[in-house]
T-cell receptor
Framework: DAGVTQSPTHLIKTRGQQVTLRCSPK?????VSWYQQALGQGPQFIFQ???????QRGNFPDRFSGHQFPNYSSELNVNALLLGDSALYLC???????????????FGPGTRLTVL | SQELEQSPQSLIVQEGKNLTINCTSS?????LYWYKQKYGEGLIFLMM?????EEKSHEKITAKLDEKKQQSSLHITASQPSHAGIYLC????????????FGPGTSLSVIP
């Protein structure tokens, strides 16, 4: 089992550019969540995808968008990059929750995005 | 202020010493999770606590959730260099569809 994989590992962009990050969930998982982790801080929830739709969203601007494909893999897109978008972007996958119990989230290694 | 607070912010201990990391929530916790993160890497799930008063152990790491479900502690016995990293507590809200709210993390260094 490959676990959660993310690509690319590292990425350098300049302000104003657009970026796409990719995530493949753990085998058997159909829910994907994205988190942003700035240096020295805990991860902040961006959004979650389930059945190819955004199910929940954190406090992030519309510049952050995503997509989930039929094979459950997901993309995170960020437009008009700002210096403050520099962070480690983490993807987590899990089984669907019934709302009454927690399903452990498995995290990928992350993509380190640097905006210059 | 953050919904989850962790203390201390950072910790340096001698190998073999015991240590405790605390996580305090401003709201009642539905579930409390502890993760470990090596610097710049993904998160490794350690354990999850749901019931007030619950205590779980894995190898030399023990976590407890207090009766009121608003505070948790992570205790490491006889620390080793392999324990070094960032320890993050995360909270689950009952209707959050597994969205985890994380604390700021505690950085642990273990000196051989």
């Amino acid at each position: 089992d490959a676990g959660v994989t993310q690509s690319p590992t590292h990425l350098i962009k300049t302000r104003g550019q657009q970026v796409t990050l990719r995530c493949s969930p753990k085998s058997g998982h159909d829910t994907v969540s994205w988190y942003q982790q700035a240096l020295g801080q805990g991860p902040q929830f961006i959004f979650q995808y389930y059945e190819e739709e955004e199910r929940q969203r954190g406090n992030f601007p519309d510049r952050f968008s995503g997509h989930q494909f039929p094979n459950y893999s997901s993309e995170l897109n960020v437009n008009a990059l700002l210096l403050g978008d520099s962070a480690l972007y983490l993807c987590a996958s899990s089984l669907p929750s019934g709302g009454s119990s927690y399903n452990e989230q498995f995290f990928g290694p992350g993509t380190r995005l640097t905006v210059l | 202020s953050q919904e989850l607070e962790q203390s201390p912010q950072s910790l340096i201990v001698q190998e073999g010493k015991n240590l405790t990391i605390n996580c305090t929530s401003s709201k009642t916790l539905y579930g409390l999770y502890w993760y470990k993160q090596k610097y710049g890497e993904g998160l490794i799930f350690l354990m999850m606590l749901q019931k007030g008063g619950e205590e779980k152990s894995h190898e030399k790491i023990t976590a407890k959730l207090d009766e009121k479900k608003q505070q948790s502690s992570l205790h490491i016995t006889a620390s080793q260099p392999s324990h070094a990293g960032i320890y993050l507590c995360g909270a689950d809200r009952e209707t959050s569809y597994d969205k985890v709210i994380f604390g700021p993390g505690t950085s642990l260094s273990v000196i051989p």
